[in-house]
Structures are given as C-alpha cells and as structure tokens.
C-alpha cells in the first residue's frame, strides 16, 4: 500500500470516528414525574384522630427525626412530641395482621382512666390506607407516619410488627414482654410495670 493511500485511509477512520462521536443518540430519558398522593381530606376527616402533641422535651434517639401527623398532615418533630411525659408508642402498619387486632386494645386502654397517652406510629403504609384502617377499626389515639423510615431507623423497630415502646423521662424502652397485647388489662399492668409505677 503507497504511502497516499495509506494516509487516506487513516483520514477516512478518523472522520468516521469523529461522526460516530458527536453523532446524537436520542434525547436523555425524561424524569418520570412523582405521582401525586390521592386527596385524603375526607379520610382525615373520616379518621377523626386526636391531634399530635407538641411534646416538651427531647427523646434523644429521635432527635431531628420528623414524621406526618395522620390527624391534619401536619409535619413535627417526632423527639419532642414523645418527650416530657410518659407516652406508649406503637408502631404498626396496615398489612400486618396481629396489629388490627392490638390496635383496638390499645384505643381502648387510651380512653380508659388512669392511662398514658398511647401515640401510635404507621410504618410502611400509604396515607389514605392508614386512615382507611384507624377509621375502620374505631382508632382515635394520635397517630404519625413514618414516610421516609426515619422513626424506625431510631426506634430499631425489629423486623415482626407490631412493636411498642414506652418512653419515660426521655428514655426509649422497647416493650420486650409481652411483644403483642392480647388485652386491655395486660397493656395497664404492662404499662405499670416498666413504668415502675411513675408518671
């Protein structure tokens, strides 16, 4: 191959390759757009839960940790509505089995005398099913929604649900025994127990 001919094939593989590449290869792949969330104004309605507390000290293992108050759709700051008071928390959502039938024990022992606030926290659960769920079951207790598994994250909430907690003086128990409430008069003595009688 002569010398001319040979630079004219380099000369050819370079243009080829300088088309190959700027040559375009489509428009980038838009952004799917989020789906918004169906309204849930008549579900919130229909739900009719007591409203989250403000709360009046911090629980250190949800410090910064923000959640959705299924009451108003309100967002606070979870640390400081469990603090300042000894409050059972419950941790639940809406295809778990075992916690429709604890929910209900729990409603009960909220509006019985003598009982800690009960704060209830949906995990894992769309908005509009979560209210669904309360509104069915006869639930009024506040109850949150962990969007992004933030409370979880802080609460190590295990694997198997439901779970409850009780936080007394700003301190985070995990309720180990029992793991679920079969009654009304067990979360009470349960509740006095890792208390040890103290409000």
């Not at 802080?154 to 025994?177: C, E």
Request: glycine share 10%; proline share 9%.
């Amino acid at each position: 191959m002569n010398p001319r001919l040979r630079w004219a094939l380099v000369a050819v593989i370079l243009l080829v390759a300088g088309v190959v590449a700027v040559w375009p290869r489509g428009s980038d792949p838009q952004p799917q757009a989020v789906q918004p969330e169906p309204d849930v104004t008549a579900a919130r309605t229909a739900a009719a839960l007591q409203p989250c507390a403000a709360g009046t000290g911090p629980v250190a293992a949800l410090a910064d940790v923000r959640a959705e108050c299924l009451a108003d759709g309100s967002v606070v700051g979870v640390g400081n509505a469990l603090g300042g008071k000894a409050v059972l928390v419950n941790v639940w959502a809406t295809w778990c089995l075992p916690c429709r039938d604890e929910l209900p024990l729990l409603a009960e022992y909220a509006a019985g005398p003598g009982a800690v606030p009960v704060v209830g926290v949906a995990v894992k659960s769309p908005t509009k099913d979560a209210l669904e769920l309360l509104t069915a079951l006869g639930v009024r207790f506040p109850n949150l929604l962990d969007r992004d598994e933030s409370v979880e994250r802080g609460l190590r909430v295990p694997p198997a649900l439901p779970a409850s907690y009780l936080v007394k003086d700003g301190v985070l128990t995990m309720v180990a025994q029992p793991r679920l409430f079969h009654s009304v008069e067990e979360i009470r003595s349960t509740v006095d127990r890792y208390l040890g009688g103290g409000r």
